[in-house]
Nanobody, 121 residues
Framework: QVQLVESGGGLVEAGGSLRLSCAAS????????MGWYRQAPGKQRELVAT???????NYANSVKGRFTISRDGPKNTLSLQMNSLKPEDTAVYYC???????????????WGQGTQVTVSS
């Protein structure tokens, strides 16, 4: 069984910083892409940042220049450094892994349980 566990969320004032972490565990042979998504109350889940198997990052326009995604491939961990946070960044942040191979199965994607980020004005 595959698990993605996020940590690092919390409450921060506007202009502050937070660092989110995601650890993938289980009998994982390989993971293709990983990324961070967020969902604010009453809104659809949206992409924040992803990094592919080659380590190439992709960011939503709303976070470019403020957020940095990083991945440790061998350890299957993912981080998101969030700087200059704004109230509109308030959301539940989810970690996602894509194209996961285990010794016995293949998963198209898998999600973590989410971590709350709240930015006060």
């Amino acid at each position: 069984q595959v698990q993605l566990v996020e940590s690092g969320g919390g409450l921060v004032e506007a202009g502050g910083s937070l660092r989110l972490s995601c650890a993938a565990s289980g009998s994982i042979v390989s993971i293709s892409a990983m990324g961070w998504y967020r969902q604010a109350p009453g809104k659809q889940r949206e992409l924040v940042a992803t990094v592919n198997g080659g380590g190439y990052p992709n960011y939503a326009n709303s976070v470019k220049g403020r957020f940095t995604i990083s991945r440790d491939g061998p350890k299957n961990t993912l981080s998101l450094q969030m700087n200059s946070l704004k109230p509109e960044d308030t959301a539940v942040y989810y970690c996602k892994a894509e194209h996961i191979r285990t010794p016995t199965t293949y998963l198209l994607d898998w999600w973590g349980q989410g971590t709350q980020v709240t930015v006060s004005s």
